[in-house]
Every structure is written in C-alpha cells, then in structure tokens.
C-alpha cells in the first residue's frame, strides 16, 4: 500500500474551502451588527491563537512633566506631610512590618492619593500593552492627573492651576492617534474625585480639566465619579493588600471565612467638620454607648491628623460583622475597600457612597452585600444602627459576608510583578470595561452615530445601574437620596 500523501491540488483545495467559510462568517458578522469583532478564524498572531485579540492598549510615552517630573517633585504634594515616602514599591508605599492582621507579604501602607502610581505601573506590564497605535483597542493617557491638582489647587491664580492639564490637552489633540477617534477611544486615571477637576471659569476648588471638550470625549477612571456626568466612572480605592498569587488571595478569603467575629458593628474614622450632616457624629455617640461596637482608639493613631496604622484599622475592621461607612471628605472613603478586604459587611447611608458609584464592580442589588440606612434617619436620631443589625437573620448575614469575601479580588490591585494570576482585579476590570465602551463606540462611529451610554444631567446615574440588554430609565429608589 502506498503511504498517504497530499498534492498541491489538495493543498490548494483546503485552503480555499478555509477561506470561503472564513469570508461566510464574516459577511454574517456584518450583517449581524458585530463588523469590529473579528471571527475566530482571524484571531490570531505569528500563526497562534491571539489571547490579545481586541484587548490591545497603546500606551503613551509622554513628556516627563505630565508623570516623572510630578513624581519626582512629590514633596510638593502636601504641605503637611511627607508624601514622598509613598511613592516607593510602585506607589504602593512601605512594606507593613509590624505584624498584626495583615499578612507577612504583599501589605503595604497605601495612600489612596497613589493610584495615578500603581495604574500606571500595572499599565507598563499589561500583558496587551501594543508598541503600534494602530493595532490597539483603546489609548491610555498615563497623566498624573492627581499629583499635578496637589500641587497647583491653593494657587489664586485659576490660569495657574490650569497650566498643566491645558498643556496636556494641547498635546494631545495634536497627535495623529487622537484624530482618530477624537479621543473617543482614550482613556486616563485621575486619584481624587472628579469633583476636583470640574471647576467652573468663575472660580472655586480645584481645576478645570474635565470641562475641556477633548477630556470630555474621553473615559475618565477615578476613585469617585460623578452621578451626574458621562463620562466617568470610578474604580476601587487601593487598599493595603496586594497579592502577588492566586494562592494569596484563596488563603486570605479563607482567613477571613474563619475569622472570629467578637463585635456586631465597627466605625474605623473619626468627626469631620460636617460630621453632623454625614451622620458621623451620631455613629459616634451611638458606637460608644454599645457594647458590641467598637472605633479606633488613640494607638492607632499616627502624627498625620486623621490618619490611622492599616494594622490596627485592618484588625478593628476584621473583628466585627458590619463596618459603618458614612461619607468621608467626600461620598465616599477608602475604609470602603478596607472593609471589603476585612470580609465586613458595608453599613451605607447614602447610596452616592457605593451603589451609583461603583457599577463595574458591586451587585447591582445592594442589598446582596450591604446594609443601606439612610442618612437622614441616623441624623434624625430615628434610627438605631444596632437595633437595625440586630434584626437581620443570621444565616443572612453569613450570606452578605460570602458575597463580600468573594468580591475580595475584583477591588484589590494585585503586584505589578505577580504573573499567571487566574482572579482579575480592579485594575483588569476597569480595562476591560473602558475597552468595552469603546468597542461600542467605535461600532456606533462605523454606523454613522455616536454611542449614548449615559447623559449629562440628574438621570445620568439611572444609565449606569441599567441592566445589560434595557435602555429605558424610570423612577428609581434612589431618587429621594440624589440631587444635582
């Protein structure tokens, strides 16, 4: 018999029956809507499997005074304190060597202030980080955003603090990458609220950054977004654990599955000068008239006014079923993600602290994870936190604790160096989204129409609590909470 083997002729025949089928699922992906996504049978690189396929990010290299300058230049962050010393481990800060609940490696004494830092750090390593613009799904823009408002906000002069964000822009739209997509396919990070970069030309805090019509057409990332703008959107605060394994986050779930739970509720801050409006005054009085609470005490503080050691704010918040979570200087605080990563049920008392604030990340029903008491009620003296923790089930409480232990990993950022991790992060949740979102905006753009996934104004909000597939908003029971 004669061994098998193949002709030209047949060579040619397979190869083009490929190609036919290729080109027929193709077609039907036009017709489909789906032209951008390219079929499987194209997906891939150098003759592989192209794991990046419609992932690719281009990075900008930017001149030095938009990041390294500002870094460098960090004893001008605050005039308070050394801010310096955060800047180190990838902006992760120093190394937590005192022991205590936190584990032997991987904790840090993170600044919430250096999430600029540790994005752009773990942007360097991305797996799909492109050297060709071209081949890219969506465009970082690696601006210090934050780090140059810390150093600019006390000046009187408003054309001062807007020098550099306006150079930024500048440069920007001059890029042959920009005109693309006028900036519809970019994207940055900003560590403070997004308050700080909407100021008015009449004056006021902060800076105008995300008033300039080229920003505006960009996805903005920061740890608090506005519920009432488009086109940003926030991410988790960083808070003091970041693993380098997967086996580092199975084994803290797993310790804080087991973790004796001694108190009923916690608040790990301390007044503010709107204490009474937030309801922190009255967390206080009633915390302190319990048994089964307990705050921070003098230990834990450091000589930074309101600044506490993570160990004992981590072990306060690890010994009890529910933490408190009040409005900070702004709606929301990093004790949030703290508590998160303590397997402590959240206490909310406005929904802006965490329900139309981090949509890429928590369950759309609150009630899953969290406990929501309103704010008015506590100040009021209407409601009694304890009597309203009481009351629910134990078997519901070790519900809410599971899910919250199980959103441990998608509000963490893992080590930069840390490869091969199964769990995605906040940081690989928030680039999926943003690639996502402008996919869906490039889809439209080839249609001839601009992609709406929110608006302007007091409903935008509504958009972003949507259920995938609906686009209809209507009353909501958040709507007595929420006002422009």
């Excluded at 194209?42 to 290299?61: E, H, I, L, T």
């Excluded at 205590?100 to 540790?118: K, V």
């Excluded at 134990?394 to 959103?407: C, G, N, T």
């Excluded at 009353?475 to 909470?481: A, I, L, Q």
Aim: hydrophobic content about 40%; charged content about 25%; glycine content about 6%.
């Amino acid at each position: 018999m004669k061994p098998f083997s193949w002709s030209t002729e047949k060579y040619v025949a397979v190869f083009l029956f490929v190609v036919l089928w290729a080109l027929i699922f193709y077609s039907t992906s036009l017709q489909s809507g789906d032209a951008l996504k390219p079929p499987a049978f194209f997906s891939f690189r150098f003759g592989r499997p192209d794991r990046c396929a419609g992932r690719y990010v281009y990075m900008y290299d930017l001149p030095p005074r938009f990041n390294a300058d500002l870094a460098r230049d960090c004893r001008r962050l605050s005039s308070s304190t050394d801010m310096c010393r955060h800047l180190v481990n990838d902006g992760f800060g120093p190394a937590i060597t005192d022991g205590g609940s936190l584990p032997e490696s991987g904790a840090y004494a993170t600044d919430q202030y250096m999430l600029d830092l540790i994005f752009h750090a773990r942007m360097r390593r991305y797996e799909c980080l492109t050297a060709d613009p071209a081949a890219a799904t969506a465009v970082y823009v690696p601006f210090y955003a934050g780090f140059d408002l810390a150093m600019n906000m006390d000046k009187s002069d408003l054309s001062e603090r807007d020098a550099l964000p306006q150079d930024m822009v500048d440069w920007l739209v001059r890029r042959p990458e920009w005109h693309a997509m006028g900036g519809r396919d970019h994207f940055m990070l900003a560590s403070r609220p997004t308050w700080d970069f909407l100021r008015g030309p009449d004056g006021g805090w902060g800076n105008a950054l995300m008033t300039y019509p080229a920003i505006r057409n960009m996805t903005v990332l920061a740890w608090e977004a506005s519920p009432w703008h488009g086109n940003d959107f926030a991410v988790p605060f960083p808070s003091h654990f970041h693993p380098t394994s997967d086996a580092d986050v199975v084994s803290w779930q797993s310790r804080m599955r087991r973790q004796e739970r001694r108190l009923l509720w916690c608040f790990a801050g301390g007044s503010r000068p709107d204490s009474r409006k937030t309801g922190r005054n009255q967390i206080i009085e009633q915390c302190g008239r319990s048994s089964r609470c307990a705050m921070l005490g003098k230990a834990a503080a450091t000589k930074t006014p309101g600044e506490y050691l993570p160990s004992h704010a981590m072990r306060l918040l690890e010994s009890a079923e529910f933490c408190v979570q009040p409005r900070g200087d702004s709606y929301t605080r990093k004790s949030t993600f703290d508590s998160i990563l303590a397997g402590c049920i959240p206490v909310f008392l406005h929904p802006i602290s965490a329900y139309v604030q981090y949509t890429w990340y928590l369950p759309r029903d609150y009630r899953t994870y969290s406990v929501f008491i309103p704010q008015a009620d506590v100040n009021g003296r209407n409601a009694s936190i304890e009597e309203v923790l009481k009351k629910i089930p134990p078997a519901k409480v070790a519900q809410m604790r599971e899910e919250v232990i199980r959103l441990i990993p998608t509000v963490m950022y893992r080590d930069p160096a840390a490869k091969g991790m199964k769990f995605k992060d906040a940081f690989d949740i928030a680039v999926e989204r943003v690639i996502d979102r402008v996919a869906k905006r490039r889809r439209a753009a080839v249609e001839g129409r601009e992609w709406q996934d929110s608006v302007d104004g007091y409903d935008s909000w509504k958009y972003d609590l949507l259920e995938d597939g609906h686009k209809e908003i209507g009353p909501h029971e958040f709507d007595p909470y929420i006002s422009m």
